[in-house]
């Protein structure tokens, strides 16, 4: 084992609690070095970036009835590990994502679909999350940060980030294409824009409100599509925003809202791909499958990346072409955030700063 610091006996966590659907600071007891069993590590957490899955994964430890620290967009100092063959070292710069764990021997760990793996652990839904000072975590599946980037501005890419990275390399677009993101103004969905124009593509921005248009197009947006304005016409202005009229190529659909899925899938040109990111939970999206198949359209799904996406979406991070604007709130505004965001208030991406 190695140690880098002096570990404390406890730390402040954000616990949830099933009884009450709300989350409390609480001070609970820190893991020590003799307590990590071989290939783990422990992470003093710095920030950690508030994602839209985290309300998903209160509402999954309230169905499950136990307590539960959520956060899956951890970054900070690597403090002590169990792993003599892991090549960090003790004082890395480290990023805690969704996925803790896998078996890295079956089919789909082997192909790179570690989300896929039937054994795969995930912080804040099998164990705990990044919403506490000190965090356990499995060295195959730390994320190095590179030495040039904020670890502010690194959280929101360990989950939002790859995932629309993914999405994006998931759609089947080129440079040149035209992609729409419903949800823009949310944290994935401006994260979005962004490796959308590092890509080379042009974006319409699909959501709703003059604060999100304007954070949208400071982000890179070419169209601007407001759905409460538009209304029925939601479908016929996103095609409408396409220089042949044809609609997008593809469809990045981040919003967390069902009813946003529909036009997105409609408003495609044929042979046009929608890839499912937002997690709108219990909808079950109505696909007309006759005209889907006349007009060869394709649904696919984006659920976070694997380790060396994540390493990618990082590194394009690094260069400065991917900055999400955010905001930094300390650990006890964590259930105002979660408020906010069910509120649809929420603009932008926060990150809990867990030790103001």
């Known amino acids: 084992m190695t140690l880098h610091e002096t570990i404390p006996k406890t730390h402040l966590a954000a616990v949830y609690s099933p009884d009450t659907?709300?989350?409390?600071?609480?001070?609970?007891?820190?893991?020590?070095?003799?307590?990590?069993?071989?290939?783990?590590?422990?992470?003093?957490?710095?920030?950690?970036?508030?994602?839209?899955?985290?309300?998903?994964?209160?509402a999954a430890a309230k169905a499950a009835k136990?307590?539960?620290?959520?956060?899956?967009?951890?970054?900070?100092?690597?403090?002590?590990?169990?792993?003599?063959?892991?090549?960090l070292a003790p004082g890395a710069k480290v990023g805690v994502k969704y996925i803790a764990d896998t078996c890295n021997q079956c089919d789909f760990c082997l192909k790179g679909n570690d989300m896929l793996c039937p054994e795969m652990k995930a912080h804040g839904r099998h164990v705990p999350?990044?919403?506490?000072?000190?965090?356990?975590?499995?060295?195959?599946?730390?994320?190095p940060l590179p030495d040039r980037m904020s670890l502010i501005h690194a959280a929101p890419i360990l989950c939002g980030g790859v995932t629309v990275?993914?999405?994006?390399r998931d759609g089947g677009v080129e440079p040149g294409d035209w992609v729409s993101i419903p949800g823009a103004g949310g944290g994935c969905g401006l994260l979005a824009i962004q490796y959308a124009k590092y890509f080379g593509l042009n974006t319409i921005a699909v959501d709703t409100g003059g604060d999100k248009e304007h954070l949208s197009m400071a982000q890179g947006a070419d169209k601007w599509v407001d759905f409460e304005?538009?209304?029925?016409?939601?479908?016929?202005?996103?095609?409408?925003?396409?220089?042949?009229?044809?609609?997008?190529?593809?469809?990045?659909?981040c919003s967390p809202r069902g009813e946003a899925y529909p036009p997105a899938l409609a408003s495609l040109r044929p042979g046009g791909t929608a890839v499912l990111v937002g997690l709108?939970?219990?909808?079950?999206?109505?696909?007309?499958?006759?005209?889907?198949i006349r007009e060869k359209k394709h649904v696919k799904a984006c659920f976070v990346g694997n380790r060396q996406e994540a390493v990618d979406a990082l590194r394009i991070a690094?260069?400065?072409?991917?900055?999400?604007?955010?905001?930094?709130?300390?650990?006890?505004?964590l259930q105002a955030v979660y408020d906010e965001m069910l509120a649809g208030t929420l603009f932008g991406r926060v990150v809990i700063d867990l030790w103001a």
């Open 66 to 87: 136990r307590e539960m620290v959520v956060g899956h967009e951890g970054t900070g100092i690597l403090v002590a590990l169990n792993d003599p063959l892991c090549r």
């Open 318 to 333: 690094a260069t400065g072409a991917v900055r999400c604007p955010v905001a930094v709130r300390p650990l006890g505004d």
């Open 165 to 168: 990275y993914k999405a994006l």
């Open 129 to 143: 999350g990044t919403f506490q000072q000190y965090v356990i975590a499995y060295t195959s599946q730390l994320a």
């Open 280 to 292: 709108p939970e219990g909808y079950a999206l109505p696909v007309d499958v006759c005209l889907s």
């Open 229 to 253: 304005l538009t209304g029925d016409d939601l479908v016929k202005e996103v095609k409408s925003a396409t220089p042949d009229g044809f609609g997008p190529h593809a469809s990045i659909i």
């Open 21 to 58: 659907g709300r989350t409390t600071i609480e001070t609970i007891p820190t893991p020590q070095q003799k307590d990590l069993a071989p290939g783990q590590a422990l992470v003093r957490v710095l920030y950690s970036g508030v994602c839209g899955s985290d309300i998903n994964l209160n």
